[in-house]
Structure formats: structure tokens, C-alpha cells
């Protein structure tokens, strides 16, 4: 089994909070009734991830690729099969606790669903501050303090008000506020925007990225929306069918997709710059997650398909500085990969991060 | 048919596929004017759309944007007659002028909202079709696909066997992609994008002169999504009905759609070809709109979006409804709002003060038409294999 460590973030800094190895599955139910039979779903399989102070990391990937999985494995509500998870290098327990709660937060895709409607906004913020025993004493500067943080501003208007009182951009504020309320140093955003309005998403992936900068929080940001990712993250990974196939520098993966995959998600994305309509790299959809395709599992769908895609899983390979792909297409003896052979390649990734990105500023 | 004041607000028609008359294209097909809903009765009445002007010319895709809540569904379901209540129709017309008949005598205009129920059924489907984003809801979840369509066909095309019928549904499904051995599925046992695929399917059934599409490919991956609409691009090529596209995504549109309309707050704020809105934008909200997409190529920049939030119906500011967000609001746009009027020496229409008497527009938004609007061409479309979604 080829190893996936698509991990361009590698130097010499320890990354705050990293995953190795995180497979998981579940066991679904298939038919009902006399032919009901459990089947094994690969939703997560062998994926490795670090997140480093004051960068985001994006998860881009079609709809049940296994981004939310991976935000939840990484957050230890789920427990992997296999795979490990580190804070600062060092692995902590199986079962999400206390410690590890106030070091690594997150945030939800819904935030109506996850604000309790009875409570005012300053009850969301103190019951952290209260449970994790932090400003104690002064509990109400603490959550002024904490919607200043995510410019809900002047944050006297905004304490007392219900969830119903606030807009969709504001609640996701407080969201992101209750999150920040223990401190954390890693933020774990699952499609933190996809249910906003179109007009203020920016703000929210603006204020992000001020939390990146300011105060040099970790933060994943899972999203479908490649545009989005490009504008906000320094460093995109691509998930297809339960395996990252792709992670580079955003600017790098975006303006020079190396993977298939990536390419044809590119090509899709809409873009009114284009002058012309593009032909789409690839057809198809997804495979089954109970009975993945061997080899490569984009073979099904890849134009670039060779004998050996559909044997065995392509190794991991860096194409530039920083960028990896799992292809069989950048696999040459340059590579010092033997091709079927299938050893991981001998160069790993570089340390150089963002030296070429520009971020927004 | 023609009406007074309309010939200019329809740009001229792309050239269609043949056996299509190509100097029809363009002229209106469905004329929505003056159009008015509310949610409620009374004080507590929610103005969802208010005093809204729309034409769609034949063989046109026009698209519809607009932030959630704007109120782009209600507008349409009003327009064919299919809100549901709370919602009243309070006031316009919906004029709906079918295709001439093949003697060149032209056929009479319908008052779509003047219309009784049986006049409104022999138009739904076979010449105004609906496309909803859940095709789960649209479909009936216990018969299978080929039932559905031999049931449509069964109703409106009474002369044509059940032999007919069922060829004829292996040959629209077909259309969109799908093999005719899908006929024997449950809507449940397809995927999301199948599922939409059949509800197109359908909706093309009966050959209808207009498709309304709501946020047909919302719910879908952005291949999916590619693969559905370049179909349906290549279809109205092919069949040269006209498609209103309703979704919140600009950018989509400025791709798929010939005009674009762009709604706030239960008006239209402003309608121009897609390649004049996305390159010279006249309305403020437009402007902000387009700069809430990231680009896919170039620098990256610190984008702003747009300031505070769509407001709330129930509680409207008074004049321009966008002037409490708007960077160039004008002490005339708290009083008084502004109407949807076309521009001077320009194919667009805009609902701004700034382009009013003595204001002058900021350089934003005075930037020069584009020249030419972007050659379409109907991608190929191979029916030989089914497509996985
Ligand atoms: N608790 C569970 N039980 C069974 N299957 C699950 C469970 N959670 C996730 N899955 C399956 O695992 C796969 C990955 O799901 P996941 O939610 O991680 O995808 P995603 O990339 O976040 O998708 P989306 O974009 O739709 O949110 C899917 O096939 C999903 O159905
Ligand atoms: N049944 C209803 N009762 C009261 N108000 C309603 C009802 N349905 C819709 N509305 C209101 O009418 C307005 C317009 O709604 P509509 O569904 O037309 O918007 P839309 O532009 O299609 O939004 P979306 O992008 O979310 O589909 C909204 O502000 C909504 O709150
Ligand atoms: S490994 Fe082969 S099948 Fe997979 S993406 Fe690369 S070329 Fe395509
Ligand atoms: S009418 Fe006034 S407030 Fe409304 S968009 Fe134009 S300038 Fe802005
Ligand atoms: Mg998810
Ligand atoms: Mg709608």
C-alpha cells in the first residue's frame, strides 16, 4: 500500500497540530430487510496533514470526498482505524479531551444549527470561559473582548442579542468567537461559508486570515469552493474519493494543477474571465467508497489513464518546489521512481513554503 | 406581436441551429411587467417582489442573481402561476406569446395571470417548463422514471401509443446523457446529478418554448454541474427554447447567460448583455457583487465584499433598499427609490440615482461597453455513452 504524505509544509518548524496516517471507515448497511449486509466504506484512507502556526490549509474535494472526515479525525471526534495525531509532534490520546479541546477548535458549516436559540450571545461566549477557567473574574470584558476579536464592533449591541436577532455572517462570527473563547491555537473551519450570503463571505474568510496573521492561529479550511481557497489559504490539498491526490502553495496548485483530478476540478470551477468555454478535462462522477477502483482510484475517469494507473496506486511525487502530486504521469527516473515499481520517491517535499506565494494582505 | 417600448430592451438574438426561423429569436417570448407579491395580507404583507420588469427573448437564456431572500423564485413561480399561498400576486401582467404557427400566422398572446386554471394547464409543461434544484422533491419518489414519463406523455400527447411514448422517453433521456435503461429506475437509486438530468429530461418532453430554471445545479459538484448546463447550452442550441436561469452564483452566469438581471430586496436592479454587466457594471450592488468572487488567475488581493447584509423584507429601508450598504449613496437615495429604466445609447436598463439627471457616476461604474460579446458555440454532445452522474 502506497503511502500518501502529501505534505509541502515539511521544514524545520514542528507543525502545531498534524495528522499521519489517518484512515477511516465505517460499516454501512446495504439493502434491507433478508439481503441487508454490512459493507465496509473507505471514507478516509491514509492521509497525512499539518498544520502550521499562522497558515491555512485548505481541503478541497467534490461532495463525500472525506473533508469533513478529515477535519473531524483531526479535531479526535472521530476515532481513526489507523493514523496518528499530533500536537507540537507529540501524539495525543484517542478521545478528544479537555487539553486537547482548548488547543484545537471548530468550526461549523451551519450557524444557525449551532447556536442554541434561547441563549443571548454572551451566554455562548462565557460558558467556555467558565468551563475552561479562563478570565476568571471578569467574564464580561472577556466577551466584549472576544467579539471585538472577530469585529462584531461596538461589542456592547451585539452581547445581549439573540441568535435571531443576528445575520448569518454575524452568527458565524460568534461561531467563530465561541471557538476562540479557550484560546485555541488551531481552528478547524468546515465550510465555514457555504451557507452565507454570496455578499459577505469575504468578510468572514477576511477575518480568518486576520486570525491567521494577528495571531498566528492554524487554521483548516474546508470548502468545495476552489476560488475560495486559492483566495485565502497558503497551502491547498485536494482530496479525491478518500485520498489527498494533490498539495502544493495555492497559487502553484491552481496555476499549474499537476493531477489529473485537480485539473479537471479546475476546469469545472466557474471563472467569467474565460473567453471561451472549456472542454471538461473528465466526465463521470466519483466512485463507490465500498468498492473503490484498484490502482489509482480517479482511473475510471482520468484521459491520461496508462496500464499501470490501474494496478497500483500511484507513489507521491514532488513536481516543484513544495508541490506533490499522486500521479503515475510525474513518476520518471528523474523522480528516482522506478515505474512499477512504486516506491515513494526519494526527494521529499521541500521546506519552502510561502517564500513565492503573495498572501492577500 | 409587438409591444411598444420593448424591441430595444431585447438585444439581438444569436443565431440558431437549423430549422429554427432565426428572425424570430429574440423577440419576447414571456414579458413579465409590473409584477408584484407579497407574503401576507395587510401591515404585516412582505413585499418579496416589487414593481418588477422582465422580458425574455425567444431562444435567450437570461439569467436571474441574487442574494438569497431577494426573492428570484417568487418571482418566477408568480410569473407561471405556481406560488403558494401565503404568497398573492398583488399586481401586473405576465404576457406569454406562443411560437407562431408554422403558417406564419402569429398566435395570441396569454395574460399568464389573467389566465383560468385550464388555460394554465394546456401551457405548464408543454410550453413553459419548470427545472427546481431538488429534483428529489420534483420527482415522485414511488414510481419509476420511465412511469413519470409515460404519465406526462400519456396526458398532454393523447395520440401517441404507449410504444411511442416509451421511445420517446429513451430518446429525451438520451438527450441529457442518460441511458435508456434508466427508465426502470426509482428516482432513489440515482444520483444527485441523474436525478437532475431526468427532471431536464422531462422538462424538454413536450418541446416547450420556455424553461425556467431554478438553482438547477445548486446542489451539485461543480463537474456536475459543468456537464449539466454545457447539455442544456447545447440543447437550447439545438431545440431554441428560451431559458430563464435563476441562481445565486454571478459568476456562473456571466458564462451561461446571453443578459443577466441582478436583484435586491424584491426589485431589479439591473439588466444588461453578460459580458456588458461583468465588464462595465452601471448599479453599485453589481459592482460589489462581482468583487465578492475571488479570481481564479492573477495577484492575489484583499477583497472587501459588500458592507453589512442583505437587510430584511419585513423592515426595508426607505428609497434605494441598497443605499445603507452603498459606498456612493446620495441623500436623494434615502428618500426616494429609484426605477428600472434604461440607459442612454446602451442595450442595459439600471435602478440607480447615479445615472439620474445631474449625478455623475464614478469612473467605476461608467466603464466602457465591451465591444463584442463572446461567440457561443454549442458544445458536441455524445449521447453514445451514459455519463456516471
Ligand atoms: N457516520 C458515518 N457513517 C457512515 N458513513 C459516513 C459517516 N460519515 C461520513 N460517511 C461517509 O464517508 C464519506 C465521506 O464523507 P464526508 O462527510 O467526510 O465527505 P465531505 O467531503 O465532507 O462531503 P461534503 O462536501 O458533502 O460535506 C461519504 O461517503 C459519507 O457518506
Ligand atoms: N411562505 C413564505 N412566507 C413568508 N415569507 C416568505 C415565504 N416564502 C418566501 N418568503 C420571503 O420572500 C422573500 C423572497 O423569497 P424567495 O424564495 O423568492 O427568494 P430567493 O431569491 O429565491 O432566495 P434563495 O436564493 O434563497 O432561493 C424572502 O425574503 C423570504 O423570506
Ligand atoms: S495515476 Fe494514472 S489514472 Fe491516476 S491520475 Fe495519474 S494518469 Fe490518471
Ligand atoms: S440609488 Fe443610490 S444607494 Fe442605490 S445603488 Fe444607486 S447610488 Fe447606491
Ligand atoms: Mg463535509
Ligand atoms: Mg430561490
Redesign the pocket.
Known amino acids: 500500500m502506497n503511502t500518501l504524505a502529501l505534505v509541502p509544509n515539511v521544514g524545520a518548524e514542528t507543525p502545531v497540530l498534524e495528522g499521519r496516517g489517518l484512515t477511516k471507515s ?1 460499516w ?1 448497511k446495504r439493502n434491507t430487510g433478508l439481503l441487508a449486509r454490512r459493507s465496509r ?1 473507505h ?2 484512507d491514509d492521509i497525512s496533514v499539518q498544520l502550521m502556526a499562522g497558515a491555512v490549509t485548505a481541503v478541497v ?10 477535519a473531524r479525525l483531526l479535531a479526535r471526534i472521530v476515532k481513526p482505524d489507523t493514523g496518528d495525531v499530533l500536537l507540537d509532534g507529540q501524539p495525543v490520546a484517542a478521545a478528544r479531551s479537555r487539553k486537547f479541546a482548548a488547543q484545537v477548535q471548530m468550526v461549523f458549516q451551519d450557524p444557525f444549527a449551532s447556536l442554541n436559540p434561547v441563549h443571548r450571545v454572551r451566554h455562548h461566549l462565557a460558558r467556555p470561559l467558565q468551563i475552561h477557567h479562563i478570565a476568571d473574574g471578569d467574564v464580561d470584558e472577556a466577551v466584549l473582548q472576544l467579539l471585538h476579536r472577530v469585529a462584531l464592533d461596538p461589542p456592547v449591541n451585539f452581547a445581549d442579542k439573540f441568535p435571531y436577532e443576528l445575520s448569518g455572517g454575524q452568527r458565524q462570527r460568534v461561531a467563530i468567537a465561541r471557538a476562540l473563547a479557550v484560546r485555541p491555537r488551531v481552528l478547524l473551519a468546515d ?1 465555514p461559508v457555504s451557507m452565507l450570503d454570496v455578499s459577505i463571505r469575504l468578510g468572514v474568510l477576511n477575518l480568518l486570515a486576520d486570525l491567521r496573521d494577528r495571531e498566528r492561529l492554524a487554521i483548516l479550511y ?1 470548502t ?1 469552493d476552489i476560488a475560495s481557497a486559492r483566495y485565502l489559504a497558503d497551502t491547498i490539498v485536494v ?1 479525491y474519493a ?1 485520498q489527498l491526490v494533490e498539495a502544493a502553495p495555492s497559487v502553484s496548485l491552481t496555476d499549474s494543477p499537476a493531477h489529473p483530478y485537480t485539473q479537471l476540478l479546475l476546469s469545472a470551477a466557474p471563472d467569467p474571465e474565460r473567453r471561451e468555454r472549456p472542454q471538461l478535462a473528465a466526465r463521470g462522477a466519483p466512485p463507490s ?1 465500498l468498492a473503490p477502483p484498484p490502482g489509482c482510484r480517479f482511473h475510471p475517469r482520468c484521459p491520461h489513464v496508462m496500464e499501470i494507473c490501474k494496478r497500483m496506486a500511484p507513489p507521491t511525487v514532488t513536481v516543484s518546489t513544495g508541490h506533490a502530486a499522486a500521479c503515475w504521469l510525474h513518476v520518471d527516473s528523474t523522480n528516482g521512481v522506478v515505474d512499477g515499481v512504486g516506491v515513494t520517491p526519494t526527494t521529499s517535499p521541500s521546506p519552502q513554503r510561502e517564500a513565492e506565494v503573495q498572501r492577500p494582505p | 406581436m409587438s409591444i411598444p417600448g420593448v424591441s430595444e430592451m431585447t438585444s439581438p438574438g444569436t443565431p440558431l441551429a437549423p430549422g429554427h426561423a432565426p428572425d424570430r429569436s429574440g423577440d419576447p417570448v414571456l414579458e413579465i411587467r409590473g409584477l408584484c407579491v407579497d407574503y401576507g395580507f395587510g401591515d404585516d404583507a412582505v413585499h418579496a417582489v416589487a414593481d418588477c420588469d422582465l422580458t425574455l427573448g425567444r431562444g435567450r437564456v437570461l439569467g436571474l442573481a441574487g442574494e438569497s431572500g431577494s426573492g428570484k423564485s417568487t418571482l418566477a413561480m408568480a410569473a407561471i402561476r405556481l406560488l403558494r399561498s401565503p404568497g398573492v400576486i398583488t399586481g401586473g401582467e405576465v404576457l406569454f406569446h406562443p411560437r407562431p404557427a408554422s403558417d406564419g400566422e402569429p398566435a395570441t398572446t396569454m395574460d399568464l395571470l389573467a389566465a383560468g386554471e385550464e388555460q394554465l394547464r394546456a401551457v405548464r409543461w408543454s410550453e413553459i417548463a419548470i427545472v427546481l434544484q431538488s429534483a428529489l422533491n420534483a420527482l415522485n419518489p414511488v414510481s419509476t422514471i420511465g412511469a413519470q414519463f409515460d404519465e406526462l406523455l400519456a396526458t398532454h400527447r393523447p395520440g401517441l401509443g404507449r410504444a411511442s411514448r416509451r421511445d420517446r422517453a429513451g430518446d429525451l433521456l438520451e438527450l441529457v446523457g442518460m441511458t435508456p435503461e434508466r427508465l426502470r429506475s426509482y428516482p432513489h437509486e440515482m444520483s444527485g446529478g441523474m436525478r437532475q438530468r431526468a427532471m431536464i429530461a422531462m422538462a424538454l418532453a413536450l418541446d416547450p418554448q420556455v424553461m425556467i430554471l431554478d438553482e438547477p445545479t445548486t446542489a451539485l459538484d461543480v463537474v456536475t454541474q459543468r456537464e449539466i448546463l454545457e447539455e442544456l447550452m447545447g440543447l437550447r442550441d439545438r431545440l431554441g427554447f428560451a431559458a430563464l436561469f435563476i441562481t445565486h452564483d454571478l459568476s456562473l452566469l456571466v458564462e451561461f447567460a446571453d443578459d443577466i438581471a441582478v436583484m435586491y430586496a424584491g426589485r431589479l436592479m439591473e439588466r444588461a448583455p453578460a459580458a456588458s454587466l461583468f465588464r462595465a457594471p452601471r448599479l453599485p450592488y453589481t459592482y460589489g457583487l462581482l468583487h465578492c468572487f475571488p479570481p481564479m488567475h492573477g495577484e492575489r488581493y484583499r477583497m472587501e465584499g459588500i458592507p453589512g447584509s442583505p437587510p430584511d423584507l419585513r423592515d426595508l429601508p426607505p428609497g434605494c433598499a441598497f443605499h445603507p450598504r452603498c459606498q456612493w449613496a446620495m441623500p436623494q437615495c434615502r428618500q426616494d427609490v429609484p426605477k428600472l429604466e434604461p440607459l442612454a445609447g446602451s442595450p442595459r436598463e439600471v435602478a440607480c440615482w447615479l445615472h439620474r439627471g445631474k449625478a455623475t457616476a464614478p469612473p467605476e461604474l461608467k466603464l466602457p461597453d465591451p465591444a463584442v460579446t463572446r461567440p457561443r458555440t454549442a458544445p458536441v454532445i455524445d449521447t453514445s455513452a451514459e455519463r456516471a452522474v
Open positions: 465505517y454501512v466504506l471514507a478516509v474535494g467534490e461532495s463525500g470526498s472525506g473533508k469533513t472526515t478529515v465550510e474546508v468545495h482530496m478518500g467508497l
